[in-house]
């Protein structure tokens, strides 16, 4: 386990005496935690402590009781004594010499700390290999991280503050309407067809997301639990909902058999539960039985067109169906291979049905992605493909709102066709109000057109829909952005470092960090920033930040390029 102290030149630069004392004062309260679960220090450098442990269990355990600990001890303290920790912890072989312990098992851990977020916990798959269902913690799957000097990339989680740090991350209020979260159903078929169940579930979601006076949270956040014995109560405070939905999903053949049940969280009462069964050709018409039943069991007068409304075939080739399910399993590991693997199962779903709209709409947020990940080959084929998708979307797909969505940022994000973008965006709301992603993209196209405020509203919305968001950095980066054009540049740096926390090589969130810190006159920190952005995109240059950020107004493009180029940005 490696951890330090978020901020402390800062901090010894303010108070050098205090924070020192505070220091110790904070060590000495954690040293027992550490006792009791058999770790030992190595080492302790500056505001740094190398530590280890018998067991990967108890390693994790101990995190989080300091954690816990720390936010307790925060909560009570005066401002100035307020110390938050990051934690990295990694299981492997260790190079023993003398009382020291050095190897590439030490190094990863010390580069997980750096990627933790501020009173986090951030560890390496093999850690979560062997603490799974162990300890009372949940962590999300940030995906695959490229380390400072470790070789190969390596897949990363991070703990759910909301759990260890309950004083910093109040629980969201529950909604004026009824609210539901969709859990990830079980999969009661071979392990390969975990797809298919999530990509039902995530239908189920998105035809309750259509019923207006429903509050339905995000599939994201809902899919943190997946794979865990499941509390509904916890559940329903965690996310700030009324009802929880759970069951299972048996594929065999042609056949399908989905199980579902209604909790009420508050009580643990069992509303409704019912068990559909028919062919594979069946699937649309199963999902929309479910819907159906749910709104039926929570709403006390129920229109049937918001039921009709809520439903939609999406196509009538099953085969098609199947390569989309398969493809959105891929887009949301958000790395650069699993992007390519998305992008061709979605051109073999538009293969087989030509008329697909999502499909469309969907190979076309895959370049999306590409260019917010700096993965584009070639920028002017690649965008006059993502033109050619997002047409079709927008085409084929006027009261669908996934391919109006994913067209909608397309052309405002890769094309900068801003109002034609935003309308899109603006479709798909009406036509489904709860959908996080939606609100997300709707937030980043209101920043580029130059409207900050009504960005950030968008943005709220987004991340209220989706408090556990895995990608939450994408949120935070982009609420960066709307201070940052508001000219608000301490809340523009604050928002942008949260986002690196969680996705170190967040391009957008650097940006902002730098720009901001450029702009308030903070040098050393504008310098900081700025070398992270050089080594994540060394081709960066004043000269060609209109081809990376579609912005419409002048003076936003000035501003931008003002902050980055105080800095440090070269032309």
């Known amino acids: 386990m490696a951890a330090d102290v978020v901020g402390y030149s800062r901090l010894m630069a303010a108070d050098e005496a205090g924070t020192a004392r505070a220091l110790r004062g904070h060590r000495e309260a954690i040293s027992p935690i550490i006792t009791k679960q058999g770790g030992r220090i190595v080492k302790t450098i500056g505001d740094g402590v190398l530590l280890e442990f018998p067991s990967v269990v108890a390693a994790v355990a101990c995190g989080a ?4 600990l720390m936010s307790e001890r925060n909560a009570a303290a005066p401002a100035d004594q307020r110390m938050l920790f990051r934690i990295g912890i990694n299981l492997g072989d260790v190079l023993i010499e003398g009382d020291d312990i050095l190897g590439d098992g030490v190094n990863v851990a010390a580069r997980l700390e750096e990627i933790s977020e501020a009173g986090g916990i951030c560890i390496s798959e093999d850690v979560y290999r062997q603490i799974d269902g162990k300890v009372d913690v949940n962590f999300a799957d940030m995906g695959m991280h490229h380390l400072k ?65 429903l509050f339905v949270i995000a599939r994201n956040s809902s899919f943190t639990y997946k794979g865990r014995p499941v509390d509904v109560k916890q559940v329903g405070r965690e996310l700030g909902v009324r009802y929880v939905l759970e069951g299972s999903v048996r594929r065999a053949a042609n056949r399908v058999r989905i199980s579902a049940e209604l909790v ?6 069992h509303i409704w539960a019912d068990r559909f069964e028919g062919g594979l050709e069946d699937i649309f018409e199963l999902q929309d039985q479910i819907t159906a039943n749910v709104v039926g069991a929570i709403g006390s007068k129920l229109e049937q067109a918001e039921i009709e409304r809520a439903k939609r075939k999406p196509t009538e080739n099953l085969d098609a169906y199947d390569y989309f399910l398969r493809g959105s399993a891929a887009l949301h590991r958000w790395n650069r291979e699993a992007n390519n693997e998305a992008l061709r199962l979605f051109y073999r779903a538009i293969e087989l049905d030509p008329e697909y709209a999502a499909a469309y709409g ?35 797909g006027k009261d669908d709102a996934v391919a109006l969505c994913t067209a909608g940022i397309a052309f405002t994000y890769v094309l900068g066709a801003h109002d034609y973008g935003v309308d899109l965006l603006e479709r798909a709301l009406v036509l ?34 989706n408090p556990q968001d895995p990608q939450m950095s994408n949120a935070h980066a982009a609420m960066a952005a709307a201070y940052f054009f508001a000219g608000r540049y301490e809340d523009a740096s604050s928002w942008a470092h949260a986002a690196i926390r ?49 912005i419409r107004r002048p003076e936003d493009a000035a501003r931008w390029a003002s902050g980055l180029e105080k800095a440090g940005l070269p032309q």
């Open 65 to 68: 009781a300091i954690q816990r």
């Open 149 to 213: 000097n470790i070789a190969r990339p390596l897949r990363t989680y991070r703990a759910h503050l909301e759990q260890i740090m309950p004083l910093r991350a109040p629980r969201p209020a529950l909604p004026d309407r009824p609210s539901i979260a969709v859990l990830p159903f079980g999969n009661m078929s071979d392990a390969a067809e975990d797809y298919f169940g999530d990509g039902i579930v995530e239908e189920i979601t998105i035809g309750l997301s259509r019923i207006r006076w």
């Open 432 to 465: 489904n109000p709860n959908w996080a992603s939606a609100w997300l993209f709707s937030g980043w196209a209101r920043i580029w057109l130059g409207e900050p405020e009504v960005a950030m509203d968008h943005l709220a919305r987004a991340m209220r829909l």
């Open 264 to 269: 009420e969280a508050a009580t643990g009462v």
């Open 502 to 550: 969680e996705q170190p090589v967040h391009f957008i969130a650097t940006c902002v960090a730098a720009a901001s810190h450029g702009l308030a006159g903070q040098a050393p920190e504008a310098t900081e920033a700025m070398a992270r952005l050089r080594q994540l995109y060394p081709d960066l240059r004043l000269s060609g930040l209109n081809d990376c950020f579609p």
């Open 362 to 396: 969907m190979a076309a947020r895959c370049y999306s992605q590409r260019k917010a990940s700096g993965w584009m080959v070639d920028r002017v084929e690649e965008t006059a493909e993502t033109e050619r998708l997002a047409r079709h979307a927008a085409a084929l």
